[in-house]
């Protein structure tokens, strides 16, 4: 079967089976290299693949009409196994190539037994990853969807042209990560107006990370659903909704670069069984360092979507797609 291209999508139907397709097979494609364990990138990729494809299920839930079999809870299921692996040879990575080369001798040697720990980690996550993609349920799920690509199912609404029901897509996740209180965190209200605090010391930064950074992870989560949902449809859109998605995933990255630090805190601080601080200061400093440069361009980016204006161009955008009409041979000019 031909995967469509964006030329002849017309319909909201045409674009849920070429997005289904096109992550499907990104998925699919990597499967047997992440059972060889020899690239880490594979398994980065179908990760990647995996969570576009759930995406694109969650994007198009309206108009789908998907077997239990291909659900997005299953999808999902793979997607969560998959990234237990990758977040282990994230943190690998990050402690061998970023972290380890800059501490003193006795730190280095504390790090070496951390290393070997998460390398027993990773040995267990990886017999995991092997038995969910060798299970019969996961060849069930890429037997359904297979079924689906090639005789997709739909709700009734398929035939509607998709410029015409793209913003009844897009708004309403756009819409709940406007309204993510982790906007708000780190601010004041003055004279009825929100203020960003830009006196923050690193200090006061990471107590209120440690009192409230889960909300902060949280946004984080709603800003990547948001940017996969926006990557399905820049076709339709032109260059200020794409430098919009950029925003999302700069949201996305400095919150993860702040996400990664905890997580990594919180392993070695177990590991250790002592205070961080006294047990690995100078490692303890470089991650509070790398925090607070997170924090600063996370302040960056929330003080433009605290702005009413941004927010409303942003709406505005994505109710005027560059193609309002998907029939039609010239596009009228975006706005």
């Known amino acids: 079967m031909n995967v469509k291209t964006s030329a002849k999508v017309k319909t909201l139907g045409d674009a849920a089976s070429s997005a289904i397709e096109k992550y499907f097979r990104k998925a699919v494609a990597h499967e047997a290299e992440v059972l060889k ?41 793979v997607g969560r196994i998959l990234g237990t692996l990758r977040d282990l040879d994230v943190m690998l990575e990050s402690l061998q190539n970023r972290y380890y080369p800059n501490l003193p001798t006795d730190e ?31 060849q069930s799920l890429k037997e359904s969807i297979e079924n689906w690509v090639e005789k997709p199912q739909f709700r009734a609404i398929e035939h509607l042209p998709i410029a015409e029901v793209l913003p009844d897509l897009l708004l309403p996740q756009v819409s709940e990560f406007f309204l993510h ?27 209120k990370l ?19 949902l926006m990557n399905l449809f820049g076709d339709f859109y032109g260059p200020t909704y794409e430098a919009y998605v950029e925003d999302v995933k700069a949201v996305q990255e400095c919150l993860g670069d702040i996400q990664d630090c905890e997580v990594l805190g919180e392993f070695l601080t177990d590991f250790v069984d002592r205070d961080l601080q006294k047990e690995l200061p100078k490692l303890a400093g470089l991650f509070a360092e790398k925090r607070y440069g997170a924090w600063q361009k996370w302040q960056v980016l929330q003080r433009k979507y605290l702005k009413s204006e941004i ?18 041979v010239h596009s009228p000019h975006q706005k």
């Open 37 to 77: 364990d020899k690239d880490a990138e594979e398994l980065h990729q179908m990760r990647v693949g995996m969570r576009r494809l759930r995406s694109a299920v969650t994007g198009f839930a309206p108009v789908l009409d998907l077997p239990k079999a291909a659900s997005e809870r299953k999808i999902g299921k």
């Open 311 to 328: 927010r409303q161009d942003l709406r505005s955008t994505l109710i005027h797609p560059v193609v309002d009409d998907a029939a039609k």
């Open 210 to 228: 440690a009192a409230e950074g889960t909300i902060l992870h949280d946004l984080r989560k709603q800003a990547k659903r948001v940017r996969y």
């Open 108 to 138: 280095q040697e504390v790090l070496d037994e951390a290393l070997l720990s998460l390398l027993k980690q990773r040995r267990r996550a990886l017999k995991r990853v092997r038995a969910v993609l060798e299970h019969k349920s996961y």
């Open 181 to 207: 209180p982790a906007w708000l965190l780190g601010t004041e209200y003055q004279d009825g107006k929100v203020k960003v605090a830009d006196d923050l010391t690193a200090e006061a930064v990471e107590e």
